[in-house]
């Protein structure tokens, strides 16, 4: 089990790093908390002092790990798509530098402004410890927690005329991952997954709205499993396991992220991951 059950990694206003439990998914900026400098200091319940809270960062033991993520997972996306859903979850990576905090303003170069920008609210599962070749039943044991992600893409480099069709380019820019705001053990969950509603509003206007439970194809013991099969799988890796209808690309008309944007992605039980969209020099994107 899990020695936390919302668990949050945070900057102090003289920019240490600390780990708590801070008992609710909602970390609040100028809050005092007992924390501990490291996670391996707070899995032996030493070296605990009270700090007060003033950034929150991704709630990941291991930030430097790159990012798994999870494609067509969710049955109303492949439909707004026009996708065949494949009998495996397709994987791909993004790398540690994508990583971007709650809160964070993500800033987005001309490049990638101009190509397309979308949103993608998704479910994040972190592993507790390394992992191969286990069944999709051994597979819970070795999930630590649950938390939010926002798997942002340049849609334009998705196209078969682009990439290929690859995922790894469109998805791996710098910051392209913000995850957050805690991460919530699974032993909160009764069947070991949040089951409820995943909603991602742009500017308070709600894009995605599904039941995780009736929407998501390939469960996150089932994705773990896949994923390590005659493959080593770190401890504390992230895994963004995909995200349901509603992105901007398949909007009518088609909605896609510009400069001063709000996002919000919300899971229950989980919280809110909020974000802000900033373009260089504040141009529009390329429609």
Same mark, same amino acid.
């Given at each position: 089990?899990?020695?936390?059950?919302?668990?949050?990694?945070?900057?102090?206003?003289?920019?240490?790093?600390?780990?708590?439990?801070?008992?609710?998914?909602?970390?609040?900026?100028?809050?005092?908390?007992?924390?501990?400098?490291?996670?391996?200091?707070?899995?032996?319940?030493?070296?605990?002092?009270?700090?007060?809270?003033?950034?929150?960062?991704?709630?990941?033991?291991?930030?430097?790990?790159?990012?798994?993520?999870?494609?067509?997972?969710?049955?109303?996306?492949?439909?707004?798509?026009?996708?065949?859903?494949?009998?495996?979850?397709?994987?791909?990576?993004?790398?540690?530098?994508?990583?971007?905090?709650?809160?964070?303003?993500?800033?987005?170069?001309?490049?990638?402004?101009?190509?397309?920008?979308?949103?993608?609210?998704?479910?994040?599962?972190?592993?507790?410890?390394?992992?191969?070749?286990?069944?999709?039943?051994?597979?819970?044991?070795?999930?630590?927690?649950?938390?939010?992600?926002?798997?942002?893409?340049?849609?334009?480099?998705?196209?078969?005329?682009?990439?290929?069709?690859?995922?790894?380019?469109?998805?791996?820019?710098?910051?392209?991952?913000?995850?957050?705001?805690?991460?919530?053990?699974? +032993?909160?969950?009764? $069947? &070991?997954? *949040?089951? @409820?509603?995943? #909603?991602?509003?742009?500017?308070?206007?709600?894009?995605? !709205?599904?039941?995780?439970?009736?929407?998501?194809?390939?469960?996150?013991?089932?994705?773990?499993?896949?994923?390590?099969?005659?493959?080593?799988?770190?401890?504390? +890796?992230?895994?963004? $396991? &995909?995200? *349901?209808? @509603?992105?901007? #690309?398949?909007?009518?008309?088609?909605?896609?992220?510009? !400069?001063?944007?709000?996002?919000?992605?919300?899971?229950?039980?989980?919280?809110?991951?909020?974000?802000?969209?900033?373009?260089?020099?504040?141009?529009?994107?390329?429609?």
């Amino acid at each position: 089990m899990a020695p936390f059950q919302y668990l949050s990694r945070f900057e102090t206003a003289e920019g240490d790093t600390f780990y708590a439990n801070v008992g609710s998914n909602n970390p609040t900026i100028g809050s005092k908390v007992q924390a501990y400098p490291t996670y391996e200091d707070l899995l032996e319940d030493r070296d605990a002092r009270t700090v007060v809270i003033a950034k929150v960062l991704p709630p990941l033991p291991r930030p430097d790990l790159p990012i798994y993520c999870v494609g067509l997972n969710y049955k109303s996306h492949a439909v707004e798509a026009s996708l065949n859903v494949p009998v495996n979850p397709p994987i791909w990576t993004k790398p540690a530098a994508a990583l971007s905090s709650p809160d964070e303003t993500i800033p987005f170069s001309r490049f990638c402004a101009s190509h397309l920008p979308d949103w993608e609210g998704e479910l994040v599962f972190v592993t507790s410890r390394e992992c191969r070749d286990i069944t999709p039943t051994e597979a819970l044991d070795y999930i630590l927690g649950y938390t939010i992600g926002n798997d942002l893409t340049c849609r334009f480099f998705q196209l078969p005329e682009q990439s290929g069709g690859q995922f790894f380019y469109a998805k791996a820019f710098d910051k392209f991952a913000p995850v957050g705001p805690v991460l919530v053990s699974s +032993s909160l969950f009764p $069947t &070991g997954v *949040p089951t @409820g509603r995943l #909603v991602t509003c742009i500017n308070g206007e709600v894009k995605q !709205d599904t039941s995780i439970a009736k929407d998501m194809i390939f469960l996150p013991q089932r994705i773990l499993s896949w994923m390590s099969q005659s493959t080593t799988i770190p401890a504390f +890796s992230v895994v963004m $396991t &995909g995200t *349901p209808a @509603g992105v901007g #690309v398949f909007q009518r008309p088609r909605q896609l992220l510009k !400069d001063g944007d709000r996002m919000e992605v919300e899971i229950a039980g989980l919280g809110t991951l909020k974000n802000t969209v900033k373009f260089e020099n504040g141009q529009d994107s390329i429609l």
